[in-house]
């Protein structure tokens, strides 16, 4: 009897010691998959495969991000381009002429604001009428200078009228804030209204007189001697 109990004991712990092997080795196999996950979120393979894996994960969607972004820069350009800038009205006004300005009554949005106007609505004004962008480092330069000037001019009966080209509207914005803009500026999301003036390049500005008229051209970043003619033109009529 007492050999059948010890038996009995010994198959006993044989169980037992198995049964915790058994859950012993599953645990371990747990122990190691959580620490491969860590093992391979923490720390790059240091095989040559594992490396490269690791990089192509890493850098995958930035550079997809940075082609894409290329790609639309690079079409943006070329239809920019593709377009030859038409140069008449710089011929018109270089001949003394004052031709009426483009697409007066093309209608744009307001940057920053749910109403529409266009050129005529500040017909009987002297209008700077500059195009820009935010991505523009001249028109950087510039924005300060239009923004001195802008009181002189509504003393005046002018103002500077501020033309975004191309331009998210949230850059935008931004950009108006950053210079603390105070005059009114509009979106020329497809570029059709600055294609109408040759615009093609940024920034560029045109003064137009009370009756519309395109009197002065500047294809660049204006100077204080630029700003100096549209004052006088305002102060004189």
Request: hydrophobic residues 40%; charged residues 20%; positive net charge.
């Amino acid at each position: 009897m007492h050999r059948r109990i010890s038996a009995g004991i010994r198959h006993r712990q044989r169980f037992l010691r198995a049964a915790d092997g058994g859950r012993t080795r599953d645990l371990e196999l747990g122990k190691l998959a959580l620490y491969q996950l860590s093992y391979r979120r923490n720390r790059p393979d240091i095989t040559g495969r594992g490396l490269l894996l690791e990089a192509v994960k890493r850098r995958a969607l930035p550079i997809l991000v940075s082609v894409a972004g290329a790609c639309l820069v690079g079409l943006l350009i070329y239809g920019v381009s593709a377009q030859s800038a038409s140069r008449t009205l710089d011929e018109q006004v270089a001949q003394g002429h004052q031709p009426q300005a483009p697409q007066a009554a093309h209608v744009l949005p307001m940057l920053n604001a749910p109403t529409s106007a266009s050129l005529t609505s500040f017909r009987g004004k002297v209008v700077v009428l500059n195009f820009w962008a935010s991505w523009c480092e001249p028109c950087q330069v510039e924005a300060p200078l239009l923004e001195r000037n802008q009181s002189q001019l509504e003393r005046h009966g002018g103002t500077v009228l501020g033309v975004t080209y191309l331009d998210a509207s949230p850059d935008s914005v931004s950009f108006v804030r950053r210079y603390h803009l105070t005059y009114p500026n509009l979106r020329d999301d497809n570029g059709i209204f600055a294609h109408s003036y040759g615009t093609n390049k940024l920034p560029e500005s045109f003064i137009i007189d009370r009756r519309g008229r395109v009197v002065a051209i500047s294809r660049g970043e204006i100077e204080q001697g630029f700003l100096n003619r549209a004052l006088a033109l305002a102060q004189g009529s």
